[in-house]
């Protein structure tokens, strides 16, 4: 048995925020923030929109891509740190409801950053049992839970969502090979957001609080991690890294992603980066760039492709995987035919 992803999805807001925007507020410049990040604009919701809003649509987006009907689905899971409730009802709900996914159990998962890929591989383990389609969705509201006076934080976050569907293949050889999913809980006072349960006398409420991180300590735990998680992968396979075809990684930084190419001594084009327009979308991040690879057919059938995800708890892990979906389809309103990492990618060799 094969588990294959057959469609992919993508939603950003129409809103899109610069860095000179949030240089008329903050004390800090677009080339600053370029110079240090890859990052030139984001995407914020509207008040109207929300993190299950944002996953209906790259749902919908990824059900017509795999030509699957809601009604087919099995599971959803949507991966995110930032949903709807404080705790209840899960975003999942929201969403099985949304689509008229009756058929469909559903819950969400928090893994931050990495979110998208723990969801990957639970999805797998659950289709060995019920290999009914299932629908995997990371979907944040960024811009709700950063403090906007903050130049080290604010800068870096967007909106996104991002989905796929997956489905299992009793003959086909391919799909998803491997993974690896692992966590550091000692660094988990480097990314945090206050605002639980921990600490609360009996029935006070619980109260909203931004998010608070460490920069330079989570960059370096970012490069060391996904060096490491992108060579066992490869090694636990028997390839190396001239067999990928493409990388898809957490869109956190582009400086992260430029340390691990000099690290690996590894080509940069194989990193396909779409931060520059749309920023950290946690755990969204790599399911909008995925989706923008596909349409820009930088991921193509057969295609051996690596993702990785690193970020709060500390978490991190990587799916290693044969390409098998959907590539004909045209590109959606989330992500325009031109290709966002060439621009990138020729800019940061530039530099």
């Given at each position: 048995m094969v588990v294959h992803i057959t469609g992919t999805g993508s939603y950003l807001p129409e809103r899109v925020v610069t860095n000179a925007e949030l240089a008329a507020t903050l004390d800090t410049s677009d080339e600053w923030?370029?110079?240090?990040?890859?990052?030139?604009?984001?995407?914020?919701?509207?008040?109207?929109?929300?993190?299950?809003?944002?996953?209906?649509?790259?749902?919908r987006a990824a059900l017509a891509s795999a030509d699957v009907e809601p009604e087919d689905l099995g599971l959803i899971i949507v991966a995110t740190s930032t949903s709807d409730y404080q705790a209840f009802p899960s975003t999942a709900c929201l969403v099985q409801h949304e689509l008229g996914a009756m058929n469909a159990a559903c819950f969400d998962l928090q893994a931050a950053c990495t979110g998208f890929i723990y969801a990957l591989e639970t999805a797998r383990a659950i289709l060995c049992h019920n290999p009914r389609p299932a629908l995997i969705i990371g979907s944040e509201m960024m811009s709700r839970i950063v403090d906007w006076s903050d130049r080290n934080s604010c800068i870096l976050f967007g909106d996104a969502a991002g989905a796929v569907v997956l489905e299992v293949d009793q003959k086909e050889s391919g799909g998803i090979w491997h993974s690896i999913l692992k966590a550091d809980g000692s660094g988990s006072q480097l990314i945090m957001r206050e605002g639980g349960a921990r600490g609360l006398p009996g029935g006070m409420p619980l109260m909203q609080h931004t998010l608070q991180m460490k920069g330079r300590a989570v960059f370096n735990f970012a490069v060391k991690v996904f060096d490491d998680v992108l060579c066992r992968l490869l090694e636990r396979s028997g390839h190396t890294f001239d067999d990928l075809a493409c990388v898809v990684p957490h869109q956190a930084n582009a400086r992260i992603v430029e340390a691990v190419a000099r690290r690996m001594a590894v080509p940069l084009e194989k990193f396909y980066l779409n931060m520059e327009t749309t920023g950290n979308s946690s755990a969204a991040s790599i399911p909008v760039a995925l989706d923008a690879a596909v349409a820009a057919k930088k991921i193509k059938e057969g295609d051996l492709i690596a993702m990785v995800g690193f970020g709060a708890g500390l978490t991190y892990g990587g799916i290693l995987m044969n390409w098998h979906g959907r590539t004909e389809k045209p590109a959606s309103p989330a992500h325009p035919s031109r290709d966002p990492s060439t621009e990138t990618n020729a800019k940061l060799n530039k530099e």
């Amino acid at each position: 048995m094969v588990v294959h992803i057959t469609g992919t999805g993508s939603y950003l807001p129409e809103r899109v925020v610069t860095n000179a925007e949030l240089a008329a507020t903050l004390d800090t410049s677009d080339e600053w923030i370029y110079s240090h990040t890859g990052i030139r604009s984001r995407h914020i919701g509207a008040d109207d929109e929300s993190t299950s809003s944002m996953a209906v649509n790259a749902a919908r987006a990824a059900l017509a891509s795999a030509d699957v009907e809601p009604e087919d689905l099995g599971l959803i899971i949507v991966a995110t740190s930032t949903s709807d409730y404080q705790a209840f009802p899960s975003t999942a709900c929201l969403v099985q409801h949304e689509l008229g996914a009756m058929n469909a159990a559903c819950f969400d998962l928090q893994a931050a950053c990495t979110g998208f890929i723990y969801a990957l591989e639970t999805a797998r383990a659950i289709l060995c049992h019920n290999p009914r389609p299932a629908l995997i969705i990371g979907s944040e509201m960024m811009s709700r839970i950063v403090d906007w006076s903050d130049r080290n934080s604010c800068i870096l976050f967007g909106d996104a969502a991002g989905a796929v569907v997956l489905e299992v293949d009793q003959k086909e050889s391919g799909g998803i090979w491997h993974s690896i999913l692992k966590a550091d809980g000692s660094g988990s006072q480097l990314i945090m957001r206050e605002g639980g349960a921990r600490g609360l006398p009996g029935g006070m409420p619980l109260m909203q609080h931004t998010l608070q991180m460490k920069g330079r300590a989570v960059f370096n735990f970012a490069v060391k991690v996904f060096d490491d998680v992108l060579c066992r992968l490869l090694e636990r396979s028997g390839h190396t890294f001239d067999d990928l075809a493409c990388v898809v990684p957490h869109q956190a930084n582009a400086r992260i992603v430029e340390a691990v190419a000099r690290r690996m001594a590894v080509p940069l084009e194989k990193f396909y980066l779409n931060m520059e327009t749309t920023g950290n979308s946690s755990a969204a991040s790599i399911p909008v760039a995925l989706d923008a690879a596909v349409a820009a057919k930088k991921i193509k059938e057969g295609d051996l492709i690596a993702m990785v995800g690193f970020g709060a708890g500390l978490t991190y892990g990587g799916i290693l995987m044969n390409w098998h979906g959907r590539t004909e389809k045209p590109a959606s309103p989330a992500h325009p035919s031109r290709d966002p990492s060439t621009e990138t990618n020729a800019k940061l060799n530039k530099e």
